[in-house]
């Protein structure tokens, strides 16, 4: 594992030392409420079912997909109480073979897919069913997507006036002055205030079981006796939780780069582990673009690479491009390169170009969207009550400051800016949860499917390979050598063979499966392409724009 290494060795060391306090155990299982309300929800959803009609005119979807709400109980333990409702979208299958026009595909039912986050929405995901690689699943499946709770048009959570959220350009120092902790510290505080002043009393119920209980409701609602369910990053924590709690409601269920689900992780040393392994995937990036340095000029090493990185660094710090790409800027623009390696051209070519004069490149990729600040927000809302809720954290400053001083030393690139994401959980004013011990026992789930990519930093290969030890039964699927954060349908033919298998035909291979990784992408000079914003992509407990 490359991009593990420091994870996995230096990182490992250093993790295993950094303490969490107050310190966790694991959960207790829900309680006796909550069970009988998801009960009393679920039959009611099924009762009423899900009226379809036009999508709102917001999603900006067409007519072929179909929109629905779905009403669950805000708290699980008083089930007759307030309800929220859930904006569903559906595209019903096709049933045409995309293989052999004359041949009629039986149906199977839904496909519920998340996208991750937390705070990320799904209801875009029948639009998929036009890309090649998903026609075979969109003519047997009836394609599901859905806004979880608290997200966009699903009862939406804010901690901020969105026309504040936007502040740039920003600094982002690897190794943060005591002024600048200070300033970051009093800044947490303040978010975390204005999620309990905004949401209330309501604030505690955004968490990661009741996603999991919302789940089992639209089950019930769609019509189905069994769940067929596509859970990415984030989205396969809580489909984790669903498998353990519903075992007996589960039909299928495909976990792509799997969150790791031991109740010590949750959260705070998963983001630590998170940074950890960002690191090695930084590394990968910097090593690629020194192999092409006849295209972008950067350096012939890693390190060289990031010397430039570093210049540029340095003078966005005090003259931002534009008056609007700081340090801040910069850096949130090449995370997404330690996501996704098909961004590694723009990334290269942005800030090869930024070095010889032209700062437009850089300019397009890193501008923060204005227009898009109510979305932003809300999504950085969502994440931070769900990871807040869903565990105890560290509520001495003290101890954030000593871990993640440890971590950067070895782990620069995001240590420091992945701790301000989550330090509004120190000062958190809702009731914290116990994490569930995730895990089923031989015979009590139907055999999931565990995919993951070697070296993916986002949620790393660790994760995926306690999740398969806690889901008796479960298949790995491993893409060796590779780092892309959700392998699902991406170029892997390997890959995608086994999740049409599992999918379509209920077969599954042995135990624990490999694909090669997929081919890194190609070098483009300047003028073969646009540099363009990321595309829309599934999140993970980590992945989103937003700095509180």
């Known amino acids: 594992m490359r991009a593990a290494a420091l994870y996995s060795a230096a990182g490992a060391m250093l993790l295993s030392a950094l303490s969490l306090a107050p310190a966790t155990s694991a959960g207790a299982a829900p309680g006796a409420d909550e069970r009988h309300g998801t009960t009393v929800a679920a039959a009611r959803a099924k009762a009423a079912g899900i ?18 709400t779905v009403s669950v109980p805000l708290d699980y333990a008083h089930p007759e109480g307030k309800q929220i409702r859930l904006l569903v979208s559906r595209a019903q299958a096709t049933h045409k073979d995309p293989h ?7 149906g199977k039912g839904a496909l519920v897919y998340n996208p991750g986050g937390p705070g990320a929405s799904g209801i875009q995901f029948p639009l998929i069913g036009v890309v090649p690689a998903w026609k075979r699943l969109a003519a047997a499946y009836d394609l599901v997507g859905y806004a979880p709770r608290g997200v966009g048009p699903s ?8 026309k504040q959220y936007f502040k740039v350009p920003s600094q982002a120092p690897t190794f943060p002055s005591e ?34 209980r919302d789940l089992d409701v639209l089950r019930a609602a769609l019509g189905e006796e069994k769940l ?3 859970g990415a990053s984030y989205g396969t924590y809580f489909g984790a939780l669903y498998a353990h709690l519903f075992p007996q409601h589960v039909r299928r269920m495909v976990f792509d780069s799997a969150v790791n689900p031991d109740p010590k992780q949750i959260w705070y040393h998963n983001n630590l582990a998170q940074s950890a392994a960002f690191e090695g995937r930084w590394t990968d990036f910097r090593e690629w673009v020194a192999e092409h340095d ?9 390190d060289e690479v990031l010397a430039n990185y570093e210049k540029v660094r340095t003078r966005l710090a005090t003259r931002p491009a534009g008056g609007k790409i700081g340090p801040g800027q910069l850096q949130e623009a090449f995370l997404q390169a330690g996501y996704y390696d098909d961004y590694w051209p723009s990334r290269a070519q942005a800030l090869s170009a930024y070095l010889k004069g032209d700062a437009k490149p850089l300019m397009e990729l890193a501008s923060p969207v204005t227009e898009a600040a109510a979305e932003e927000e809300n999504t950085n809302a969502v994440y931070t009550a769900v990871e807040c809720n869903d565990a105890p954290w560290p509520t001495d400053w003290a101890t954030w400051d000593r871990d993640n001083t440890r971590l950067a030393r070895v782990a620069p690139f995001e240590t420091w800016d992945n701790a301000w994401m989550n330090l509004p959980c120190a000062f958190w004013k809702a009731p ?11 015979g009590e789930l139907p055999p999931t499917l565990i995919l993951a990519a070697e070296r993916d930093a986002a949620t790393p290969y660790d994760g995926a390979l306690e999740m398969h030890r806690r889901l008796a039964g479960s298949v790995l699927v491993t893409e060796r050598d590779a780092g892309t954060h959700g392998i699902a349908y991406g170029p892997n033919a390997c890959v995608n ?15 624990h499966a490999s694909c090669e990784g997929h081919p890194e992408p190609k070098p483009q000079r300047a003028g073969e392409h646009k540099a363009k914003k990321p595309a829309t992509r599934h999140k993970d407990h980590r992945e989103t724009a937003a700095r509180p």
Request: hydrophobic share 30%; aromatic share 6%; glycine share 10%.
């Open 51 to 68: 009226t379809f009609g036009r999508c709102p005119k917001a999603q900006g979807l067409p007519g072929t997909v179909r929109c629905g």
């Open 100 to 106: 052999n026009s004359k041949r009629r595909v039986p």
């Open 155 to 162: 009862a939406p959570l804010s901690c901020q006036d969105p």
């Open 179 to 212: 002024a600048y902790k200070k300033e970051r510290v009093a800044r947490a505080k303040a978010y975390a205030r204005g999620c309990a002043e905004r949401a209330g009393s309501a604030l505690r119920h955004y968490n990661s079981l009741n996603n999991a």
């Open 228 to 230: 067929t369910f596509i």
């Open 294 to 302: 006849d295209v972008y000029g950067l350096g012939i090493t890693a």
């Open 432 to 442: 914290r949860q116990q994490p569930v011990d995730v895990r089923t026992g031989p």
């Open 497 to 511: 063979g086994h999740i049409d298998a599992y999918l379509l035909e209920g077969r599954l291979p042995a135990r």
